[in-house]
């Protein structure tokens, strides 16, 4: 719409693409969601920054925009393929919890972590088990033509639409070596749409069906919910690297059946790649991980691993260390420090002279979104003495809007967060702090010693004359 023409890369035809919208009037995205069996891990969540990035950069640009995201709370069994326990049922089991209750508790823990990150709302989140029924219809719709019924449930079979899997790229021995087989499929990557319930096993979440009591294949969800509320073709399809191996494909391949054509059902599908640790990928089902919540319990801010995820390509892996944070959370303190200092110094706004920066910010973010590219200009315009502190300020909006920082209203004291070990809170620190500057300021050495001896007892170190202007820290 407005400024440079926005590029982004989709994956289906393996290349940028300059983005035209079915209808300018409201750009339509489907967003996999979190299976919400166990809390989101940063590797999720770099996930939703992406498409925050992806929204905010719509609608900076002058797109208004539908955006659905689902959350899965059925279905998303161990393995993306067809073998495995349901994800969901395995944790109530394993907890002797009720299924709906662990749903309930980690979706509002999800939502939290948004919060937490800046991560705009989508226009409407979708619930998988709310939709029972239309995957029904659904099903019932394609079975004819595309599926075929087993024991364990009813399969669709992938010979029945065009190019099945053209979004995985070319189909090798190591991919179908992952998909795990199921009992009579006629072909090892064909998957579930209902899985029937065995005589004897019961599940807390089940539904009758045309092919038994049992409950939907997981891949099902997303081609329904995007059907019912965005409609087909809509524009972009988002989720992580992974599903462009398993979910993606068996999506399109449903959206295929449907529609009676080769339409794909979004024509621009968009992956980000992986947070991964030195020790590997992050892994939801392993229970070990990082939340945001763990790195909060640490000290850190979580708009500093919004920062982090931000300075990466988001089609490049990025490397998840504490240093790496530390660093992000050092350069979040010095953006926020000179952002103060600017509104000190505020005067009044001349208008317009910043619009190079505008431009700039324009060209990277409109290239595939290039975060990365962009945040050097930032740091340009902050520190641009040509340009007023007003008219820097008001540039900052752009910059805000688009990365989503919050830079215009963060204080530089809600970036010291407190560490749930610390034993001192940020009054009685402050309270010591000013104690040991008296003494000082009467030359009482021994009681300004004491006093830090103090402080270090409860593992808060004094800084004197630190860069950043921070006279302490955990
Ligand atoms: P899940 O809750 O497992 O269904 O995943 C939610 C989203 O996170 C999906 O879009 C995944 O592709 C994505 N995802 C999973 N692991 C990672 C990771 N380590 N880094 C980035 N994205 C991930
Ligand atoms: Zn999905």
């Known amino acids: 719409m407005s400024g440079a023409p926005l590029a982004l890369y989709n994956s289906l035809t393996r290349s940028t693409e300059l983005f035209a919208p079915i209808d300018p009037a409201s750009v339509r995205i489907y967003s996999c969601g979190p299976t919400v069996y166990n809390y989101a891990h940063i590797g999720n969540l770099r996930a ?230 030195r020790a590997g990928k992050m892994s939801k089902s392993t229970g070990d991980f990082r939340t945001l919540q763990t790195l909060i319990d640490a000290g850190v801010h979580p708009l500093a691993y919004r920062l982090m995820c931000l300075q990466a390509h988001y089609r490049s892996e990025l490397e998840f260390s504490d240093e790496n944070l530390a660093a992000a959370l050092t350069r979040l303190k010095r953006l926020a420090i000179t952002v103060a200092q600017l509104r000190e110094r505020s005067g009044p706004s001349t208008a317009g002279v910043a619009k190079g920066y505008r431009e700039r910010l324009d060209a990277a973010v409109s290239d595939d979104l290039n975060t990365p590219r962009a945040l050097p200009v930032l740091d340009a315009l902050l520190a641009d003495k040509r340009i007023t502190p007003a008219d820097r300020l008001a540039a900052l909006a752009d910059f805000d809007a688009v990365l989503g920082l919050g830079l215009a209203t963060i204080q530089r004291t809600d970036l010291r967060v407190r560490p749930k070990t610390a034993m001192l809170d940020e009054a009685a620190v402050a309270a010591l702090m000013a104690d040991r500057r008296d003494a000082r300021a009467a030359r009482d050495f021994a009681r300004a010693d004491a006093v830090r001896d103090e402080l270090a007892q409860a593992g808060i170190e004094v800084m004197d004359g630190d860069p950043l202007g921070w006279d302490w820290k955990v």
């Open 48 to 277: 939703y920054v992406f498409t925050d990035t992806l929204s905010r950069v719509l609608r900076w640009k002058g797109y208004p925009l539908t955006h659905i995201i689902n959350i899965t709370d059925v279905g998303h069994l161990t393995s993306d393929a067809d073998a495995g326990d349901d994800k969901m049922e395995a944790a109530a089991r394993a907890r002797s919890q009720d299924i709906w209750d662990i749903a309930a508790y980690y979706t509002r823990a999800f939502k939290q972590n948004l919060r937490d990150l800046n991560v705009d709302p989508p226009t409407r989140w979708s619930v998988a088990t709310d939709h029972v029924a239309e995957m029904i219809a659904f099903g019932e719709r394609i079975a004819g033509k595309h599926c075929y019924l087993l024991d364990s449930g009813l399969y669709f079979d992938i010979s029945t639409v065009p190019d099945y899997g053209r979004l995985a790229g070319a189909r090798d021995d190591a991919r179908e070596g992952r998909i795990d087989t199921v009992e009579g499929k006629r072909h090892p990557q064909d998957f579930a749409i209902w899985r029937t319930s065995l005589p004897g096993e019961r599940r807390q979440m089940e539904w009758d069906s045309p092919w038994g009591r049992g409950a939907p294949g997981w891949h099902l969800e997303c081609s329904v919910m995007s059907e019912k509320y965005l409609g087909s073709p809509f524009d972009i399809h988002t989720g992580g690297i992974d599903h462009r191996e398993i979910h993606h494909p068996n999506e399109i391949a449903q959206n295929q059946a449907y529609c009676g054509s080769a339409d794909t059902g979004a024509k621009v599908w968009m992956h980000n790649n992986f947070l991964v640790e």
